[in-house]
Structures are given as C-alpha cells and as structure tokens.
C-alpha cells in the first residue's frame, strides 16, 4: 500500500536494482499504483476478510469515499460477512494471511517458465514471507527475506519469545519465524534486538545449512536520492 512504511523501504531499492541490470518483477496487493517500469502484478487475496480489506481501498482509490463507495462497501461486508466469521472462527489469522496464496500461484507459475532466479520477500504483511516460504520449498530457489517488524513480539524485557501464544494468529508467527530461520538463504531484520532475539529462539540460524541472518538499517538514502547531496555540495 502506497506511503506504508513496507512500500517505502522497497520503493528506494528498485533504482539500484534496475541500475545494476536486474529485472523485478514485483507481486503487491491492489492497494497500490501500479508501477509501469517493470512488470508488477497486484493480487486481491483470496480470503474474505482480505478481499473486504483491498477492495474497501480499491474503491476508495477509483471513485474516492461517496455514495458509491458507501453502497458497494456494505453490500460487499454484508455478503462476505459469514465466510468472515468463519475464516475467524477456523484459522483466526489476521487477514492478509490469503494474499500468500495467489503469490505462490503465480510467483510458481513464472518459476516454471524460468523467469524467476531469486525469490525476495519483503514485509510488513507475513503473507509476503509465507509466499517467499511456499515457492523456496517447492522451487528450491536462493530466497532473501526482509523482515521488518518482529514476527514474535515479546511481552517484556524478559521475555525471549519462547513461549507458546494464546493468540493463533501469533503462534503462526511463531512458527513462520522458525520456518524462516531454517529455509531462506538470507534473512535479515531492521533492528539489533530484532536480529538477537530472532537468534536467541533460532539456533539454527547462521549455521551450515540454515539461512545466514543479520541485520540491516533501513533508510540509508535520504528524500530526493544520493544526488541531491551532491548537488548541494
């Protein structure tokens, strides 16, 4: 979603990717513009409360907030409103978990044609990282996961993440951090005590075989790119 903090931190990438000769092609939601220097797919998720969640703002983004976003918006709830429920009730995962499922497919897809050398998950959304996880195990592929929020959030300065959430939604979490740790290739989060704690629960990490994990800091380049410090120079 255009102005999220997990759009920006790939937006300022994209110029050296493209710079350096490599081709993205980029897998978004529809919540955002499409970007037209490279092939960039949006998806609506396939579960119901994501697709209530994209397409509220697909709406909001074709014909702003009037009568027409009002009339298709409720129409909309109200008929998803049941498969909510129990989507809820059955998994009880937050709502951008389903996007994971037309990436893969599609992402699968480009893999077979062999348009695909590297798979890069970025997020924000675990979904992303779920996709990332899906293609790696059934490709086989070299895969880069950017973490940017802590997947296993702690509950006080004591608390290393080990045990077991209430929540099914952070137990998924939990897990996808462990699946992470073991099958990417590189993997790396945005802060020091997100990197430690995230190699405090996984062991494995950094070892033979395991994805080699570190930390990065985001928002090295300033607004208005490298170029404006040299102008003003």
Avoid at 28 to 49: C, M, N, V, Y
Avoid at 199 to 223: C, D, H, I, W, Y
């Amino acid at each position: 979603m255009d102005g999220r903090a997990s759009s920006q931190t790939i937006t300022d990438k994209i110029p050296y990717f493209l710079d350096a000769g490599i081709k993205p092609i980029v897998f978004s939601a529809i919540t955002g513009i499409k970007d037209e220097r490279f092939l960039h797919k949006q998806f609506l998720a396939w579960g119901p409360a994501a697709f209530r969640f994209d397409f509220r703002h697909w709406i909001s983004n074709q014909y702003g907030r009037g009568c027409i976003y009002k009339l298709l918006t409720t129409t909309v709830s109200i008929l998803l409103a049941p498969l909510i429920g129990l989507e809820k009730f059955f998994l009880g995962y937050s709502s951008q978990w389903s996007w994971a499922m037309p990436a893969f497919m599609h992402g699968w897809s480009l893999v077979r044609q062999g348009k695909i050398d590297l798979i890069y998950s970025t997020g924000g959304a675990w979904s992303a990282h779920l996709a990332g996880l899906w293609l790696k195990k059934t490709t086989g592929l070299p895969w880069v996961a950017e973490i940017h929020d802590p997947l296993v959030i702690r509950k006080s300065p004591n608390d290393q993440g080990f045990g077991k959430p209430k929540n099914r939604d952070a137990q998924f979490r939990q897990y996808l951090e462990r699946q992470i740790c073991q099958y990417a290739d590189w993997v790396w989060w945005f802060t020091d005590g997100a990197f430690h704690y995230a190699n405090v629960r996984n062991s494995n990490l950094n070892t033979k075989g395991s994805a080699q994990g570190f930390m990065v800091l985001p928002g090295a380049e300033p607004p208005g790119g490298l170029d404006m410090i040299q102008a003003h120079r």
